[in-house]
């Protein structure tokens, strides 16, 4: 009886008896990895034909790594050639991760405000693998072109409204030490009332000379007017708005970020988190705010983490980028119908 034959009937014990299959003390980790190894061999087999064979190339040795995979973790064996022209496609060069969808599921759940910490037990608590930070960190990397792209596409030539706001956090600067970031936001509507997030840059403090940087980047990509701009009380930002879009109309608003962050949840809780919220930004001093803060994330955290981020410093500035724009494309995909009433508005 061979391996495989052995795997094959230890998988059906374990069925019969209701183990587990997966996990270190799984058949189907063993039996994968006795596969994988297989066709890796296949694929060398296939690729020194007769020709390289002629020519001198031959066989030299093998190349160990670990890879992760959902049923759990898994050695193979990658042949090498003596000319380095073997480019296997069962597990590739540099893969560490077998399933993109694996991939993908930590992306999504990174996006939810996930720490790599946290994340990383939870692959290991689920699927009986360990990622490191560093290994959750290059994945999650992988969408840095998408958002370079996104960043630079043109936009619409107007737009009825938008929003513009800075949200700050704390990032680790390049000393290790935790710093204030102002991670610059634009909602806009355009004429047919469907919502967009315009643009998102990452800047020391907020300030109107870099909300002027804003509006120019918005120009750049096209805009050419926008009726209206909602905006915070920050001195100066009005007549930087208009310094570009000289014929918007600019309003001031106070309850900006109540609302950001209402929109989060669901219609059938809003109320009662409201008046939960109500005892954050009523307290009387900082250490009751987040005292009572404390107690906000505690009962709502776990069902909107949008609102209630566990994110306390960002490892660095592109960190978090790469959250906020997660989450952008995370909420965005909802935003597929045009604000209610909007025919009556336009």
């Given at each position: 009886m061979n391996n495989l034959e052995i795997d094959y009937?230890?998988?059906?014990?374990?069925?019969?008896?209701?183990?587990?299959?997966?996990?270190?003390?799984?058949?189907?980790?063993?039996?994968?990895?006795?596969?994988?190894?297989?066709?890796?061999?296949?694929?060398?087999?296939?690729?020194?034909?007769?020709?390289?064979?002629s020519s001198g190339n031959c066989r030299n040795g093998k190349m160990s790594k670990t890879v992760q995979?959902?049923?759990?973790?898994?050695?193979?064996?990658?042949?090498?050639?003596?000319?380095?022209?073997?480019?296997?496609?069962?597990?590739?060069?540099?893969?560490?991760?077998?399933?993109?969808?694996?991939?993908?599921?930590?992306?999504?759940?990174?996006?939810?405000?996930?720490?790599?910490?946290?994340?990383?037990?939870?692959?290991?608590?689920?699927?009986?693998?360990?990622?490191?930070?560093?290994?959750?960190?290059?994945?999650?990397?992988?969408?840095?072109?998408?958002?370079?792209?996104?960043?630079?596409?043109?936009?619409?030539?107007?737009?009825?409204?938008?929003?513009?706001?800075?949200?700050?956090?704390?990032?680790?600067?390049?000393?290790?030490?935790?710093?204030?970031?102002?991670?610059?936001?634009?909602?806009?509507?355009n004429k047919s009332g469907h919502k967009d997030i315009l643009g998102m840059y990452i800047f020391e403090s907020e300030g109107a000379n870099f909300w002027l940087d804003v509006m120019t980047d918005l120009q750049n990509r096209g805009v050419r007017d926008i009726l209206i701009c909602?905006?915070?009380?920050?001195?100066?930002?009005?007549?930087?708005?208009?310094?570009?879009?000289?014929?918007?109309?600019?309003?001031?608003?106070?309850?900006?970020?109540?609302?950001n962050s209402i929109k989060y949840v669901g219609n059938k809780h809003q109320k009662e988190f409201l008046k939960n919220f109500k005892t954050v930004y009523g307290a009387v001093s900082k250490d009751s705010a987040l005292a009572q803060l404390d107690m906000v994330d505690e009962k709502w955290g776990e069902m909107y983490p949008m609102v209630m981020k566990n994110k306390g410093v960002f490892p660095s500035d592109t960190a978090l980028e790469k959250l906020v724009y997660l989450a952008y494309r995370d909420i965005s995909e909802k935003w597929t119908m045009p604000l209610p009433n909007w025919a009556l508005i336009s």
């Open positions: 009937k230890k998988a059906a014990q374990q069925l019969r008896s209701g183990e587990a299959l997966f996990g270190k003390d799984g058949a189907l980790v063993p039996m994968l990895e006795r596969i994988l190894n297989a066709a890796l061999e296949g694929e060398m087999d296939a690729h020194l034909n007769s020709d390289d064979r995979t959902k049923y759990g973790e898994v050695t193979v064996e990658t042949p090498r050639d003596c000319d380095g022209s073997f480019k296997p496609e069962t597990v590739k060069k540099r893969e560490t991760i077998l399933a993109e969808g694996m991939a993908d599921q930590i992306i999504n759940i990174y996006a939810l405000g996930t720490s790599t910490r946290d994340i990383s037990k939870y692959f290991e608590r689920e699927f009986n693998t360990t990622l490191s930070a560093e290994t959750i960190s290059a994945i999650t990397d992988r969408v840095f072109p998408e958002i370079t792209a996104w960043k630079s596409r043109m936009l619409d030539l107007v737009y009825a409204i938008c929003w513009l706001d800075a949200i700050h956090y704390k990032v680790k600067d390049y000393k290790g030490r935790a710093v204030t970031r102002a991670i610059y936001n634009v909602l806009g509507i909602c905006v915070d009380g920050l001195k100066g930002f009005p007549d930087t708005i208009q310094s570009v879009f000289p014929e918007t109309s600019v309003q001031l608003c106070v309850v900006h970020q109540i609302r």
